[in-house]
């Protein structure tokens, strides 16, 4: 069975810092890989993906996030955080091939940006 | 606008009462999935359906109920069963097959409680 860890469950950064976020997975075979971000008492918006190809994928609102094979990662990073980054983040995973595949999601990340 | 919609945004519950929350999208998206979150869990998965006339049970089935009668509609049952379902719910939807690398869209959540 698959699983994603979020093993910090908040994470507290000064605004104009980097920030990371991260996420470690298991799944057998390839993997594709999303994060999503989510709002007080709303719905999940996806921020980015990893299907194939290049390991830096970028996405919405200047963030990225780096593939890692070996490491069973996939860390969300913004050079500069910015205070409406504050929210709940949440990694995806999801087999690349097999049947019934379902989307798995780690128990999120909580995002404070400090001013 | 194409997107996916839950309904009602809050719902009560009297004890021995079943509730069924509705989720219709207009994406001409093949899968639809249904997830429970609670606080510091995340996101857990109640059932998911692949294709019109069928689902398969989550990780949290237990006191729940679907139907897929239309591509569009999966609607939840919260039954007498489920013990403690006061929480936030989120209906989901996706691409299927070949395609299942694309990103899942969610809806804005219903937040039900037990009075």
């Known amino acids: 069975a698959q699983s994603v860890a979020q093993p910090e469950d908040q994470v507290n950064v000064a605004e104009g810092n980097p920030l990371t976020v991260k996420c470690t997975y298991s799944?057998?075979?390839?993997?594709?890989l999303f994060w999503y971000v989510q709002y007080p008492n709303r719905g999940l918006q996806f921020l980015l993906k990893?299907?194939?190809?290049?390991?830096l994928v970028k996405g919405s609102y200047g963030f990225e996030a780096e593939f890692n094979k070996s490491q069973t990662s996939f860390h969300l990073k913004k050079p500069s955080a910015l205070v409406s980054d504050s929210a709940l983040y949440f990694c995806a995973v999801i087999p690349a091939s097999g049947s019934a595949r379902q989307l798995t999601f780690g128990s999120g990340t909580q995002l404070t940006v400090l001013p | 606008d194409g997107g996916i919609t839950q309904s009602p945004k809050y719902l009560f519950r009297k004890e021995g009462q079943n509730v069924t929350l509705s989720c219709e999208q207009n994406l001409n998206h093949d899968a639809m999935y249904w997830y429970r979150q609670d606080p510091g869990q995340g996101l857990r998965l109640i059932y998911y359906?692949?294709?019109?006339?069928?689902?398969q049970k989550g990780d949290i089935a237990e006191g729940y109920s679907v139907s897929r009668e239309k591509k569009e509609s999966f609607p939840l049952t919260v039954t007498s069963a489920q013990k403690n379902p006061t929480a936030f719910y989120l209906c989901?939807?996706?691409?299927?097959?070949?395609?299942?690398?694309?990103?899942?869209?969610f809806g804005q959540g219903t937040r039900l409680t037990v009075v």
């Open positions: 359906s692949q294709i019109v006339n069928d689902f």
């Open positions: 990893y299907i194939t190809g290049d390991n």
């Open positions: 989901a939807s996706s691409t299927q097959g070949a395609t299942v690398n694309t990103e899942a869209f």
């Open positions: 799944v057998s075979g390839n993997p594709y």
